[in-house]
């Protein structure tokens, strides 16, 4: 489990989270929904260790090893893949410096899980958008991360490609029983993945709501009761706000 | 369904399909033309206009020859093994400067370029240096390290030193933070950052810093040639002029822009390979040719 305990951000004097405290379950997907500039990226980046908060602590709970430092894995907004690497090496690429010695192998089979076999001797130049994307989830997944951290992995692509690739992300969920944080703006998204919602608004951000979502998997859009969570949620997100 | 299956199922639906773009470029790499024959027409034009107005007497041949006499004189160089002298003594001196003023540049562009400290420290002063013209070096370099092959070599890194320092400083500067930050969640710092993040980020500017590096080169051998040699093809140029014989002269004249093509060729050739893996426009790729 990990613990967000009292984070405040500020840069200068204007603060973009302040007090922020949650906790992330193991093996279930947390989702922060909140509009833009409500500081959900900048607590992501926090959890990513690319930014310091200005007070408060991230504490994680060791493994089984006891090792408390995190296996961290990161899908960000766009790709962000190694232009001269090509798709087998940009997974490998999350094995860090040290590698692995089965790294070739342990990549093919992580391409195979994202459908993407055939095309590990491809450039990032030649893929598509959602195949680039699934190419960033595969690097973030091949290092068996404790963490999976998404910054709105789904958002610059297309209602079919986002919604296929939410569904695709769902498997990898259930196959490698992942423990997910995931940041979104897109209200269906979070009701689709999430085991609890958290909803965090102003400025500075600070949680304003909690929601456990206890639909069963997978989840039909058309059900009413998926509609019904999609309503509450969209109310807790614009509540107090002028029309 | 197996999750693969399913996957792949997937991928035949919509933009998840590398699409024809992916192969028509394919294609358009193995269709590029390997010589430009219009870039011959002009300089073709230019010689056979040489010749007749040379033939015709309509230039003074105390201070300019025909293409002929020129080629007369490159087969004489030939005949007697001259040419050979000439032309290892002067690729020695290109390719020592070279190699060590780009050696020099990649390793302070890189230090300079990574390092605030030493971007501070080092930049101000190799930009007030890059300021002083070429052949204000000369006596200096000929003062310090005499007339034979160093002052030579080191006058001729100095100026391949310049183009690459600065692109890769710039470049390194530049590398977008989104692959740093890649870079850093999955573990990678310090050299190991530099060797898989700035250096491969930079190779695009490395390669437009080396060709020009390449290209001062052989500018500044001329200059260190006129430092007291006895062979090289700025001899040639010097021998030429004061002994008046303008074949002799053009022809050096000749070589060195030979030279300098085919080396920047070989490096052009390089760097094309190197960086396939780019998402250039190519002029003549089927997109560009369509409309």
């Not at chain 2, 870079?183 to 310090?190: E, I, M, P, R």
């Not at chain 2, 290209?215 to 010097?238: D, K, Q």
Request: positive net charge.
């Amino acid at each position: 489990m990990v613990t967000i305990d009292r984070i405040t951000k500020a840069y200068g004097s204007s603060s973009v989270i302040a007090d922020l405290r949650l906790s992330i379950e193991p093996q279930q997907v947390t989702v922060m929904v909140g509009t833009t500039g409500s500081g959900k990226s900048t607590l992501l980046r926090i959890l990513a260790g690319l930014e310091r908060p200005t007070s408060g602590e991230i504490r994680w709970d060791s493994d089984h090893r006891g090792i408390v430092r995190p296996n961290l894995g990161i899908v960000f907004q766009e790709p962000r893949l190694m232009p001269w690497l090509n798709v087998r090496q940009n997974v490998e690429f999350g094995f860090g410096p040290a590698g692995h010695r089965r790294s070739a192998e342990l990549a093919d089979e992580i391409l195979e899980q994202v459908g993407l076999e055939s095309f590990s001797d491809y450039y990032p130049r030649q893929l598509s958008g959602g195949m680039a994307q699934r190419v960033a989830i595969a690097r973030a997944l091949v290092r068996k991360p404790s963490l999976l951290l998404l910054d709105e992995p789904f958002s610059a692509l297309d209602a079919l490609t986002r919604s296929r690739l939410q569904d695709h992300l769902m498997e990898l969920f259930a196959r490698h029983s992942l423990t997910m944080f995931f940041v979104t703006h897109d209200i269906e998204e979070a009701v689709a993945l999430s085991d609890t919602i958290v909803v965090i608004k102003g400025r500075p951000g600070q949680i304003q709501h909690r929601f456990r979502i206890d639909l069963p998997r997978p989840r039909s859009r058309q059900d009413p009761a998926f509609m019904v969570w999609k309503e509450r949620v969209l109310a807790a997100l614009t509540n107090g706000d002028s029309p | 369904m197996p999750t693969s299956s399913l996957l792949r199922s997937a991928e035949q639906v919509g933009s998840s399909e590398p699409g024809p773009q992916t192969e028509a470029l394919r294609a358009s790499v193995k269709r590029r033309p390997r010589w430009n024959a219009l870039g011959v027409v002009l300089p073709a034009i230019a010689l056979i206009g040489w010749e007749v107005a040379s033939r015709l007497g309509w230039l003074d041949r105390t201070i300019t020859s025909s293409p002929t006499e020129i080629l007369a004189e490159i087969y004489h160089l030939l005949w007697t093994g001259q040419i050979w002298v000439h032309l290892w003594a002067t690729f020695v001196r290109v390719f020592s400067g070279f190699a060590l003023g780009s050696a020099v540049a990649i390793v302070l562009g890189v230090v300079t370029g990574l390092s605030q400290i030493a971007y501070r420290l080092l930049n101000p002063t190799i930009h007030a240096l890059r300021s002083v013209p070429s052949y204000a070096w000369v006596p200096l370099f000929i003062l310090w390290f005499g007339i034979f092959e160093t002052s030579k070599i080191l006058l001729i890194a100095l100026g391949a030193f310049f183009p690459l320092y600065l692109a890769l400083v710039s470049s390194i500067r530049s590398v977008d933070r989104k692959l740093v930050e890649v870079a850093l969640v999955n573990g990678f710092k310090g050299w190991n950052l530099a060797r898989k993040i700035f250096l491969p980020a930079s190779l695009p500017a490395i390669f437009v810093g080396l060709r020009q590096s390449l290209g001062l080169a052989w500018m500044f051998v001329v200059a260190a040639e006129f430092m007291g040699a006895t062979h090289g093809l700025g001899f040639l140029l010097i021998d030429g002029q004061t002994t008046g014989r303008p074949a002799t002269l053009i022809t050096s004249v000749l070589l060195f822009a030979l030279c300098g093509k085919a080396t920047d060729g070989c490096l052009a050739w390089v760097s094309e390979r190197a960086l396939h893996w780019q998402d250039a426009y190519h002029p003549n790729s089927p997109e560009a040719r369509s409309d």
